[in-house]
């Protein structure tokens, strides 16, 4: 499955942006669909997740909150609405997929299908 991912854009700190994932293929119930960010010089880490049937849904606790992660089954796409921006956030954010929840959730290696990637720039 291909993923695009949308929505990232400069916004001022306490401001809000929505990003975007738009899957290719018609996504299953039991999927896990995830949102990881990358500031430069460090790891990717770990923002959000959800299972796509809506049963479980997990945060990062610096986002707890702040951002949401939903999704529009009709459309294929996930969605993270992020509110009350800090400058921390700023970073390239990336949408993943696997066919399965997993305990992992929070691990990229768990996840098979990846977006190319959205700046997300929080000024001051």
């Known amino acids: 499955v291909q993923l695009q991912a949308s929505g990232g854009g400069l916004v001022q700190a306490g401001g809000s942006l929505r990003l975007s994932c738009a899957a290719s293929?018609?996504?299953?119930?039991?999927?896990?669909v995830a949102w990881f960010r990358q500031a430069p010089g460090k790891e990717r880490e770990f923002v959000a997740a959800?299972?796509?049937?809506?049963?479980?849904?997990v945060y990062e606790d610096s986002v707890k909150g702040r951002f949401t992660i939903s999704r529009d089954n009709a459309k294929n796409t996930a969605y993270l609405q992020m509110n009350t921006l800090k400058l921390e956030d700023t970073a390239v954010y990336y949408c993943?997929?696997?066919?399965?929840?997993?305990?992992?959730?929070?691990?990229?290696?768990?996840?098979?299908?990846w977006g190319q990637g959205t700046q997300v720039t929080v000024s001051s």
């Open positions: 993943a997929q696997r066919t399965s929840w997993t305990v992992q959730y929070a691990q990229p290696f768990e996840y098979t299908s």
């Open positions: 293929e018609r996504t299953g119930s039991n999927s896990a």
């Open positions: 959800m299972r796509w049937n809506g049963a479980r849904t």
